[in-house]
């Protein structure tokens, strides 16, 4: 059955919020994959926010919010519905009185949340320090790297409900564990997240996230489409190097390809689809099986129409 977008597009040209119609999803993953989403709306506030779920709930018309795009897979089909993304208020960061808690928008980059806690010198976020990914997007998924993960400073998150109430939950209840949080598989939407941080020197705190970056740089395809680790840590060591021990190291389906840098990416050479990375993890899952009686867990989330 057709979506009936009528009285979606009626509000969006009431409200004059950013709308664009058919919009390549491959521009805003950072796999640079993915075909046209319905409706691709940036929403600049919370009343415009539950104002839209208001119509689309009523509407029945699917929709997802979009963070930085840096876990995602889209189908080549493209996604039936709307996609959400946060601008606006959403993209403010605020350091608090207590000088040591930090308050950001969802739609904030981690890059730009780890520059205002250095630069108020800060301590605690350095971990976070090249991580390609949204303050709201983060918080969703736990994400970590080199030691420090999300749940290691965050203080509480607000979101909003499909219903439109907003709620603020402490870390204590947002069940963070690896690469999963009380948000994982719901449709509440992150608006704001609290960080407790600790003062430190600015040179020290800048010191670690330039080393952090240089080892990011040495030892991952930084500068090639990805979506970053695309297996979880299995239980009996690390997924990247029980793929290259079963010699997929720069094994390549199409336009994708098992990174030669690192392992446990795959990237995109160029002309990669969604139907080419899917082929591949299959690939790798069914090798690595056979070989060392590993399951690899897929970490990155795979959307749209199939």
């Not at 082929?279 to 790798?284: A, F, G, N, Q, Y």
């Not at 056979?290 to 749209?304: N, P």
């Amino acid at each position: 059955m057709a979506l009936d977008f009528s009285e979606l597009d009626r509000v969006i040209e009431e409200t004059g919020c950013t709308c664009l119609f058919d919009e390549p999803m491959s521009k805003h993953t950072t796999f640079r994959i993915g075909g046209p989403a319905d409706r691709f709306l940036t929403v600049e506030s919370k009343e415009q926010l539950a104002g839209f779920l208001s119509v689309l709930e009523s509407a029945k018309i699917p929709w997802q919010v979009l963070g930085n795009g840096s876990n995602l897979l889209v189908s080549d089909k493209g996604i039936r519905g709307a996609v959400l993304t946060l601008g606006g208020n959403f993209a403010e960061i605020e350091l608090l009185p207590d000088g040591k808690t930090v308050r950001a928008g969802a739609a904030v980059m981690l890059s730009s949340l780890c520059a205002f806690a250095r630069d108020k010198g800060l301590s605690g976020l350095e971990f976070a320090w090249g991580i390609p990914g949204s303050v709201g997007g983060a918080a969703y998924m736990n994400a970590g790297a080199y030691g420090g993960e999300m749940k290691d400073v965050i203080q509480s998150v607000t979101h909003l409900t499909p219903e439109g109430e907003i709620v603020t939950l402490p870390a204590a209840e947002l069940e963070l564990s690896y690469r999963h949080s009380r948000y994982t598989g719901r449709q509440d939407i992150i608006l704001w997240v609290e960080y407790g941080l600790r003062p430190g020197e600015v040179s020290e705190i800048a010191g670690k996230m330039n080393e952090q970056m240089e080892r990011r740089k040495a030892k991952q395809p930084y500068d090639m489409p990805s979506a970053g680790s695309i297996f979880k840590r299995p239980v009996n060591g690390f997924a990247a190097a029980i793929i290259e021990e079963c010699g997929l190291k720069g094994k390549q389906i199409g336009g994708a390809q098992v990174s030669p840098k690192h392992a446990g990416f795959i990237v995109n050479t160029g002309e990669a689809t969604c139907e080419d990375v899917l082929e591949l993890i299959k690939e790798i899952r069914k090798t690595v099986k056979e070989q060392t009686g590993t399951e690899l867990e897929c970490e990155v989330c795979v959307i749209g129409e199939r």
